[in-house]
């Protein structure tokens, strides 16, 4: 168990949909990343929140957006939902801004149908 | 931007060594990390180097050389249970995130 507790586990939703991913970081981590892997592909970065402000960038789409709360957990917000947005959603957390190891929740596999 | 290269498959026996590489081209390095994935599963972390050197952690080694922009992780005594994708990740402290590898799946026979 790494800490770190994303929720839903797995989603199934419609094009068109919004959904939204949850992630509690582990305690005292400040660090919050969010990636996309979809099916046999790596690990692309979407997004890092530390202590609250965005921290850095990757390629994420306009349609998907991300917010840390003042209690440290972080939600990714899924609009607009294409088919090619099926993969599973990882959150990371980590206790600095990034030079220490990041510890990965189990992940949201979401299917768009 | 960052390029980061590693081999997609491979291939090791039982009981064998293995050493995955990794090539990456990056502006304010800060640092590699070696994790391991499980289908299906969530990352967890192997190893960081910041400084060149081996690093050793029982049966896992890793190794960097920043001047060539290289690193390998090094699996000994391979078991069944090695057989996962192995993801080298850079963390570029003037973009201020580390960036993945693609993984290198790994498939241990008996």
């Known amino acids: 168990d790494s800490g770190v507790t994303q929720t839903p586990k797995h989603l199934i939703t419609a094009t068109g949909q919004r959904v939204t991913l949850r992630c509690s970081p582990r305690s005292g981590d400040l660090s919050v990343y969010w990636y996309q892997q979809s099916l046999d592909q790596g690990l692309q970065f979407l997004i890092q929140?530390?202590?609250?402000?965005?921290?850095a960038k990757g390629n994420i789409l306009e349609r998907f957006s991300a917010q840390q709360f003042p209690d440290l957990h972080s939600e990714l917000n899924l609009s607009s939902l294409e088919l090619g947005d099926s993969a599973l959603y990882f959150c990371?957390?980590?206790?600095?801004?990034?030079?220490?190891?990041?510890?990965f929740g189990q992940g949201t596999r979401l299917t768009v149908v | 931007g960052q390029n980061i290269d590693q081999p997609t498959e491979m291939t090791a026996t039982e009981g064998a060594i293995v050493q995955i590489n990794c090539t990456y081209q990056t502006s304010g390095f800060n640092g590699l990390f070696w994790y391991q994935q499980h289908a299906g599963e969530a990352p967890t972390f192997l190893s960081y180097n910041v400084l060149d050197g081996l690093e050793e952690k029982g049966r896992f080694s890793s190794f960097l050389s920043r001047s060539k922009g290289y690193s390998y992780l090094l699996l000994k005594e391979l078991q069944m249970k090695d057989s996962a994708s192995y993801l080298c990740a850079v963390y570029n402290t003037n973009a201020g995130k580390s960036t993945f590898g693609d993984g290198t799946t790994l498939t241990v026979k008996p």
């Open positions: 929140y530390y202590n609250g402000e965005e921290r």
């Open positions: 990371a957390s980590s206790g600095g801004t990034g030079t220490t190891e990041a510890f």
